[in-house]
């Protein structure tokens, strides 16, 4: 799946306690099809990086299972949403703003006294 269509994924909210744990085998990777908080989310990467075995799954009783690069994918599409919000906002804001045509200076206008031993300075 692309990366923007994992950022379609659903939230979740998961309140278990993690585990983890290795591979079973025959165990099939797990499919990921909705993305935890992102505190649970670092949580699991911290606990599997603390055993120094990124093979290993991180699970939830309510959520299920994942490996430790869809931990890390997750954390991403989370951050990306974040980050694509703010831009929203920021482009909603810079839309809305309304400047007086008499307001605006020409370009350092305002710095036609200013020597340049004085900038330096």
């Known amino acids: 799946m692309p990366f923007i269509e994992r950022l379609s994924l659903p939230s979740v909210?998961?309140?278990?306690?993690l585990d983890v744990r290795s591979f079973n085998i025959g165990q099939p990777v797990p499919v990921i099809k909705a993305i935890p908080q992102?505190?649970?989310?670092?949580?699991a990467i911290a606990?599997?990086?603390n055993k120094s075995n990124k093979?290993?799954?991180?699970?939830?009783?309510?959520?299920?299972?994942?490996?430790?690069?869809?931990?890390e994918l997750m954390a991403r599409v989370i951050k990306a949403?974040?980050?694509?919000?703010?831009v929203k906002d920021t482009m909603k804001?810079?839309?809305?703003?309304?400047?007086?045509?008499?307001?605006?200076?020409?370009?350092?206008?305002?710095?036609e006294d200013v020597t340049k031993n004085v900038l330096y300075a």
């Open 55 to 71: 093979a290993l799954l991180a699970r939830w009783e309510d959520y299920g299972f994942a490996t430790y690069g869809q931990l």
């Open 81 to 86: 949403r974040n980050n694509f919000k703010l």
């Open 13 to 17: 909210e998961v309140t278990g306690k």
């Open 93 to 111: 804001w810079i839309d809305s703003l309304v400047f007086r045509v008499a307001s605006i200076a020409p370009t350092f206008k305002d710095m």
């Open 47 to 49: 606990a599997i990086a």
């Open 38 to 43: 992102l505190e649970k989310i670092e949580e």
